[in-house]
Nanobody
Framework: QVQLIESGGGLVQAGGSLRLSCAAS????????MAWFRQAPGKEREFVTT???????YYSDSVKGRFTTSRDNAKNTASLQMSSLQPEDTAIYYC????????????????WGQGTQVTVSS
């Protein structure tokens, strides 16, 4: 059974930083692209970033230059370092996985975590 468990969310002031982690089990982690999506209150879930099985990264324009995604295949963990956080970054952040190739489309991911809340106060 595949499990993705996010951690690291919380409350932070504008301009601050947070680091999210996604612990994966039940899948061949090194063969999966990992992604982060987020859903703000009253909005649809949106793509944030992805890291491919071979380490290439892609970011949405809204987070480019502020967020950094990484992965540790030895620990089956993906991470999202978020800096210069703004109130508009407030959302539930979800970790997702799909086999090999990256995608920015929510519908193309096979596995999802339960999400972790990130709240940025002004």
């Amino acid at each position: 059974q595949v499990q993705l468990i996010e951690s690291g969310g919380g409350l932070v002031q504008a301009g601050g930083s947070l680091r999210l982690s996604c612990a994966a089990s039940g899948l061949t982690f090194s063969r999966h692209a990992m992604a982060w999506f987020r859903q703000a209150p009253g909005k649809e879930r949106e793509f944030v970033t992805t890291i491919t099985s071979y380490g290439a990264t892609y970011y949405s324009d809204s987070v480019k230059g502020r967020f950094t995604t990484s992965r540790d295949n030895a620990k089956n963990t993906a991470s999202l370092q978020m800096s210069s956080l703004q109130p508009e970054d407030t959302a539930i952040y979800y970790c997702a996985a799909r086999l090999v190739y990256y995608s920015t489309k929510e519908s193309e991911y096979d596995y999802w975590g339960q999400g972790t809340q990130v709240t940025v106060s002004s």
